[in-house]
């Protein structure tokens, strides 16, 4: 049988076809004729240690044999470009095979036959790197083990990159970049960036066991960060983890990130950066190399295998890019106030010692309790001394205090009177400063509301006639008398509705009109 290994082994080191000949024992016309065969058939050294002569020529020559196999022939080329599509399997495609075979008059072969058959195509052709996955099912993501350093143009003090990496198993697209700390903002946005670099989204993300996105991972059940449970959640697509000291669930991207660190971390240590950017826009250009460069055994390069193979079976992107959001957990303190981690901001008082959820996006932070949201404020973009707080959130009491300002005491006082107003404006301007006459203000409001804006307008009136420093307790002192002079008058007019009513002129002239 020619020995179909030598001849292509012998043309992978460069020899001519003459000399290909002499070495394998075969013709000039028997060497062109295969090595033609291997080119159409995408076949090149090297081969697997089980791809014998006797495959080879199956391949070669299975059509063109003398006594031609009593089986139905296997159409490769078809189940490979049919098994890339979701939801097809080998069984299903040996299933269609044996109708095609029987409505023929054909003998099929058995499922395991040809289970073989095509995997042998496969293993020989490289196929298996295009069928492992299917196209535009899996991305894997991971943090690269090494770092870039960076250093501060002015101080000289060195800081460190990091490279996120995603990979498409299918056709080994890769996207990778650079971030300050691996911390899960930056982890969130990765994916974004990902999944705008690739043009679409895949139906299952694998991730390793990492705590900025993995929760827990046992036997029983997988606990994902609630914020990349969102991003998963808004993309459409699945995550799930590898299984735990299993890395064969993400080998690609493990040598996705060893090629990241050969072609990009360790391309670039020569250089020295003084800034993020000038990192990140060496990382980029990188990326572009590796995705550009060609395979080393087989046609292409890993973008042009994404834009044949992999891109139209990518899920399609959302209409708006995703805005990453950070959970955290806090319980809530008397002050009935909760931190971003910079600033402060209310919450219903009512939840005062509860646990509640909290969802910070780059504009919004977000309160929930028990599943339901409670409150929302508009982020701050810097810090601030004062704690954002809404009125509604406050119990009455503390409302009330909140209300304390200058301009409140003088809209209360115009619509209780000109005397009240009067007495309002002492108070605020005989200190130093207006909030030392808050207290008297606020003693005055609850005077009118125990005795009547009306009498408390009376009782300003009265105050101001015979002093121009009106005090709280002299205002108080006129409302008590007032009120106990009224309580008097009415005694005294109800004092003679019933018993003697002779009167006193009577009884004077010792009962004479008896």
Known sequence: MTNYREILRLKSLGYTQRSIASGAKVSRNTVSEVLKKAEQLNITWPLEDDATNEMLDELFYGNRRSSPSPYAVIDFDYIHRELSKKGVTLTLLWQEYCERAYANGETPYMSTQFGDKYRHWARITKATMRVTHKPGDVMQVDWAGGTIPYYDSVTGEEYKAYLFVAALPCSSYLYVEACTDMKQENWLMCHVHAYEYFGGVTRVLVPDNLKTGVTANTRYETQLNESYRELAEYYGTAIVPARVRKPQDKGLVERSVGFSTTWITAALRERKFFSFAEVRDAVAERLEFINTKPFQKRPGSRREAYLTEEKEFMLPL?????????????????????????????????????????????????????????????????????????????????????????????????????????????????????????????????????????????????????????????????????????????????????????????????????
């Open 318 to 514: 959302p209409k708006h890019p995703y805005e990453p959001a950070v959970w955290k957990q806090q319980t809530v303190g008397n002050d009935y106030l909760i931190s971003d981690g910079v600033n402060k901001y209310s919450v219903p008082f009512d939840l005062i010692g509860e646990q509640v959820q909290i969802r910070l996006t780059k504009d919004l932070v977000e309160v929930y309790f028990k599943g339901s949201r409670m409150t929302s404020h508009k982020r701050l973009e810097k810090y601030s001394v004062q704690p954002v707080v809404k009125p509604e959130h406050m119990p009455s009491n503390h409302r009330e205090y909140l209300n304390c300002n200058a301009e409140e005491f003088k809209e209360w006082a115009a619509t209780v009177g000109k005397s009240v107003e009067e007495v309002v404006k002492h108070f605020l301007t005989s200190g130093s400063v207006p909030e030392q006459g808050y207290k008297a203000c606020v003693s005055l409001i609850k005077l009118g509301k125990r005795y009547g804006k009306k009498k408390l307008e009376a009782a300003c009136e009265r105050m101001l006639a015979f002093s121009s420093s009106p005090s709280i307790r002299t205002i108080t002192t006129l409302l008590k008398n007032s009120s106990e002079h009224n309580k008097s008058a009415v005694a005294s007019d109800n004092s003679n509705k019933y018993g003697i009513t002779r009167g006193a002129a009577y009884w004077k002239k010792g009962g004479e009109g008896k």
